[in-house]
């Protein structure tokens, strides 16, 4: 009975379309009236104590850095890095924007802002060249949400919070699945744009490539750093939120000087709303989260896959398609924060590995932000390309088949997680 008074009370109150923070905690007083526990204090209690975690001080700098790098001009330069790269190839300009995709969500973290940043430079760019616009800005969203995937991520950062899981651990196990995600949509990239007639740009020269790569040096050595630090415990992921924002601030002011002291404060002002609100959210559901361990929803759900315990991937594929199907209809961070601690006790039992899981379960979500009929990373493209809605969701479709397929090899085949793991940790 608990269970349907937890799912009415919380999908109910979504489909009224109270915010997501509010409908948490909304959720968490019905529970406790349900359990004749019922008092104000502990919801202010668990707020408080779930916002006041150190780990949590990485999500603004992640997201001031992120600020930092578009306002700084490292953004720009990375894409044309990738220009001179791959731009030659035939279906190039495609090829680029995975390739920056890539590159910047080792610097970001954040799906939506990648997105945003690729749609606005490339789109332009291949509209003129002759692309099917709907395409490239399905590609853009497809590219976009590897972000959450390789590290440094905010996703890892919110479910190793909710789930008591390895951040570092996190960080490390989604290096590979995001490159696998890559070539997929380079794979699928070229599969469907062979038949377009559009002329490759032109082959830049051995000169010209270093040039490129010299202006991009700069912001190329960002991922090193962070990711380097990580590796070998020079600093925590936390310290590393604070140096890729005090980095990306060195180097938009004083070597790119596309940052100017005037905008500082906008730019601290667009970080610190995304932060309040990713915060506020986590907070709230910190309260529906005690609640539903003091509930004993776990085990409640445990009995219904019991049968599965004995086989964890068949376990893996019935836990990813329920996240899967929450992801259509829900953002990132409230997806996680619902169902990690419901599942986590269930893959604990099973004997999965967490951060296996953790990995698999952050990607779903992600493929999520660019599944109708929610797609947020969909919506942020469609905005900035200027293209409807409807035909950005034509577009995504071939690469997010390809997705999935990533996905699906990961269920079945959890060594392609686990074997760079064990290596790079």
């Known amino acids: 009975m608990i269970i349907l008074v937890f799912i009415a009370s919380l999908f109910g109150s979504l489909a009224l379309g109270i915010p997501v923070a509010f409908a948490l905690m909304f959720t968490g007083v019905i529970l406790m009236t349900y359990m004749d526990i019922f008092n104000t204090q502990i919801i202010a209690q ?6 006041n975690t150190f780990t949590l001080l ?55 802002a990648d997105s945003a940043a690729l749609a ?24 976009g949400v590897i972000a959450p995937v390789i ?9 190793g919070v909710a789930a008591n899981v390895s951040i570092t651990g996190l960080f ?31 082959k830049r020269s051995g000169k010209e490539r270093l040039q490129a790569t010299a202006k991009a040096g700069w912001a190329l050595m960002m991922p090193v750093i962070i990711l380097g630090g990580i590796r070998f415990g020079v ?11 005090v980095y990306a601030l060195f180097v938009g002011m004083f070597i790119y000087r596309e940052l100017k002291l005037a905008d500082l404060y ?39 896959v019991e049968p599965l315990i004995d086989n964890p991937k068949l376990l893996m594929l019935v836990i990813i398609m329920l996240v899967f199907v929450m992801g259509t209809v829900l953002d990132l961070a409230p997806t996680i924060l619902i169902l990690s601690p419901v599942l986590m006790p269930i893959v604990r039992m099973a004997e999965i590995d967490p951060i296996y899981f953790g990995v698999v379960f952050v990607m779903t979500t992600c493929i999520g932000l660019m599944t109708p009929p929610v797609g947020v990373v969909l919506n942020v493209v469609s905005g900035v390309a200027r293209v409807p809605l409807g035909r950005v969701i034509g577009g995504v479709m071939p690469f997010l088949l390809a997705q999935v397929v990533v996905l699906a090899l990961l269920i079945a085949f959890p060594e392609l997680v686990l074997v760079p793991l064990a290596w790079l940790r």
């Open 266 to 304: 906008a730019v601290f002002l667009r970080a610190a709303k995304t932060t309040s609100v990713v915060l506020f959210l986590v907070a709230s559901a910190l309260v529906t989260s005690w609640l539903i361990t003091r509930a004993n929803i776990p085990a409640e759900v445990g009995r219904f």
């Open 151 to 159: 590290p440094p991520s905010i996703a890892f950062i919110i479910f």
């Open 58 to 112: 990485a999500i603004p700098f992640f997201l001031l850095a992120g600020e930092l790098m578009n306002a700084g001009g490292l953004s720009k330069r990375i894409v044309n890095f990738a220009i001179a790269c791959v731009g030659h190839i035939q279906g190039g300009l495609g090829i680029v924007a995975i390739f920056a995709a890539v590159i910047m969500a080792s610097l970001s973290g954040s799906a939506a």
């Open 120 to 143: 606005a430079i490339l789109i332009p760019m291949m509209r003129e060249a002759g692309y099917h616009v709907p395409r490239a800005a399905g590609l853009m969203a497809a590219g």
């Open 172 to 202: 490390m196990g989604g290096i590979v699945p995001g490159l696998m995600m890559a070539f997929a949509l380079v794979g699928m990239w070229m599969f469907v744009a062979r038949k377009e007639n559009v002329k490759p740009l032109p």
């Open 46 to 51: 668990q707020m408080i104590t779930g916002a």
């Open 235 to 245: 600093f925590t992921p936390t310290e590393a939120a604070v140096i890729a924002a």
